[in-house]
């Protein structure tokens, strides 16, 4: 497992899109985004016009363990991303509409947290490489919003324990990739 993390536009994903093809000729790529808007359209479409026509997608968030388990073909390796937008979509679907200032966050941290360990079991258990694609959100300052202030802490300890597991890691910085790990 393979985890890539940056800042916004950073050139996350096309490095580990370019990291996976020296490696793998196969892809499944597990996309977690969802289209909300027509700008969200846009990237959407945007990503998949520059990945290789060869590599299969897989589109959705929840049980992505079992997605890599059930559904990647033995040849191939795996790019999800991304883990922020996965953990962001659990954290919406589970809270059912619930106001955030009547959110149980505890609560929702373990539901992430299960969907998080089992992804990382899926990942250790497959012979062929699999990146994850994350953001790092904790270079910035505290936000004043509750909600947000919850998100990141969600996604930093999740982000935390995926690159515990990692066998590398790499921070993209203005898109170059720095090997931390």
């Known amino acids: ?74 040849e191939e390796g795996v790019i999800l991303e991304c883990v922020t937008t996965l953990i962001a979509n659990l954290l919406f679907d589970k809270s059912e509409g619930v106001s955030p200032d009547k959110l149980d966050f505890t609560s929702l941290e373990v539901f992430v947290h299960h969907q998080i360990d089992d992804l990382v079991d899926a990942c250790l258990n497959c012979p062929m490489p699999i990146y994850l694609v994350t953001n790092e959100l904790g270079m910035g300052i505290t936000p004043e919003n509750r909600l947000a202030r919850h998100f990141i802490d969600i996604a930093g300890r999740a982000n935390q324990k995926l690159a515990q597991t990692a066998e590398s890691v790499w921070l993209m910085v203005s898109g170059i990739g720095v090997k931390i790990k």
């Open 1 to 74: 497992m393979i985890l890539v993390t940056g800042g916004a536009r950073s050139g996350k994903s096309a490095y580990a899109e370019r990291l996976i093809t020296e490696r793998c000729e196969q892809v499944l790529y597990i996309a977690t985004a969802q289209i909300t808007d027509e700008e969200m359209a846009a990237r959407i479409e945007r990503h998949q016009q520059n990945r290789p026509s060869h590599w299969r997608t897989w589109e959705g968030h929840q049980d992505l363990g079992n997605v890599i388990r059930q559904h990647r073909k033995p």
